[in-house]
């Protein structure tokens, strides 16, 4: 699928959602307080076409870290970046592109559908000495709360990067709330 088919898919979902949220949001009045998360992530990445010389390899380590901002009590937006810590190469219809320890960011909106359950998407970039990548990316994340500013989630996304090649990353992440406004 082009990342431009995801990214229509996306938007039409969001309408959606934004509609649910706004059906529900007589319930939540006056709960939201905003905040600010930070999260740390070690996950694994499965790039279907990836090689590493001669060797087909199929997962990837990887390394997150996302900064969310909740600016509602359904929603937040997120920075999320995460770098490769394999070098390795994609084939596409005869042709490889190298891609070594490749860094991505990504802008993403987060609607949170339950207390510990959210949905997100959006667009990225793909950083990397060869060539840079534009890319799409959407996910879900599951958490457990440890403490009232600590918890473990469980995040699984999927990237498309401009049909070169795709990736579905499924990590561990330990979220910690950095700020809270008091009133």
Do not use: C
Request: no cysteine.
């Amino acid at each position: 699928m082009s990342w431009k088919a995801t990214f229509l898919i996306f938007g039409l979902s969001l309408f959606g959602l934004v509609g649910f949220a706004q059906e529900n949001e007589s319930e939540e009045e006056g709960s939201h307080v905003p905040k600010i998360r930070a999260v740390i992530m070690m996950a694994n990445s499965h790039v279907p076409n990836a090689f590493e010389g001669e060797k087909r390899v199929a997962i990837i380590p990887a390394w997150g870290l996302d900064v969310d901002y909740y600016f509602h009590s359904k929603w937040s937006v997120a920075f999320q970046a995460d770098m490769k810590v394999q070098s390795f190469e994609v084939e596409k219809e005869g042709v490889f592109l190298e891609r070594s320890y490749p860094f991505s960011g990504a802008f993403v909106l987060h609607y949170h559908t339950k207390k510990h359950w959210s949905f997100y998407a959006g667009p990225g970039y793909e950083f990397e000495k060869s060539e840079n990548l534009g890319f799409f990316r959407i996910g879900t994340e599951y958490s457990f709360e440890i403490t009232e500013q600590f918890e473990i989630a469980l995040n699984l996304a999927y990237e498309n990067k401009q049909d070169i090649y795709n990736a579905w990353t499924f990590g561990i992440a330990f979220n910690k709330l950095l700020w809270e406004r008091k009133d």
